[in-house]
């Protein structure tokens, strides 16, 4: 079976082509919303689960992105607050 993540990239690329159909968006969206189970955050993007990932790895992006100019601060915050719980596991 595919794996949900590569088949999330393609469905948000479909959405963010703008040489895309509305009735092809639409199935993305759809298709996104049944991956998600519907929740999308607040910013209109999906959340990535970091189940099954190494916690190694998720510290040192989240640290990454907190050390970068280009990220808000507001995702510095969150990255800040996911690191914390963590280190707390």
């Known amino acids: ?23 092809s968006k639409e199935r993305s969206r759809q298709v996104l919303e049944e991956l998600q189970g519907g929740e999308p955050e607040e910013s209109g993007t999906f959340q990535k689960s970091s189940i099954g990932k190494d916690p190694a790895n998720v510290a040192r992006g989240l640290k990454a992105a907190m050390s970068n100019p280009h990220v808000s601060e507001e995702a510095k ?13």
Do not use: Y
């Open 1 to 23: 079976m595919a794996d949900p993540e590569n088949i999330a990239r393609g469905h948000k690329a479909n959405l963010a082509n703008p040489h895309t159909s509305d009735e």
């Open 77 to 89: 915050d969150r990255d800040r607050e996911r690191l914390q719980e963590l280190e707390e596991d």
